[in-house]
């Protein structure tokens, strides 16, 4: 049963990635497909759920902020670096560095908080399923990409 509900949320991924990767208010439904998988996953208890989706939600939306920072703050200077001085350009690399160094506190305490209410072994199931989840994701896009370039003249 298990091995089914995996695979059905599998398809389902592949499915909704295809429709909704590239408009921007489906955020919102990639997110959810991720907590579907991690869900499936994880395995979670009722009890470590409870625990963890708050801790998980957390560490999302702080993310989420500070990667709208950077977005706002670092990238549009780092698409025209010839219109920097040195000296701007400098402190735009620093700012980059600032802002990879609190990413990465961010999940560190992620993790130590995690791993103080799911076991060590989903712990570190967690993070490789993030990292499957993403390169499904990504092998998707690039398909569709790819059956959209095949269509054009």
Do not use: C
Not at 3 to 28: G, M, T, W
Not at 32 to 49: D, M
Not at 58 to 78: A, C, F, I, M
Not at 104 to 112: G, S, T, V
């Amino acid at each position: 049963m298990n091995r089914l509900k995996y695979i059905i949320i599998v398809l389902l991924l592949f499915v909704s990635a295809q429709f909704y990767a590239q408009k921007p208010h489906d955020y919102d439904k990639i997110k959810s497909l991720k907590i579907a998988f991690l869900t499936e996953r994880l395995n979670l208890s009722s009890k470590e759920a409870q625990a963890f989706w708050p801790i998980y939600n957390e560490y999302e939306n702080n993310r989420g902020k500070l990667r709208e920072k950077e977005h706002t703050q670092v990238y549009p200077k780092v698409k025209e670096p010839e219109k920097l001085s040195e000296k701007e350009a400098s402190a735009v690399v620093e700012l980059f560095l600032e802002f990879e160094q609190k990413e990465e506190d961010i999940r560190k305490d992620f993790i130590k908080k995690a791993a103080g209410v799911i076991t060590a072994k989903k712990t570190l199931l967690l993070l490789r399923s993030e990292e499957e989840f993403k390169r499904q994701l990504i092998r998707k896009y690039h398909q569709k990409r790819g059956e959209s370039n095949k269509n054009r003249p």
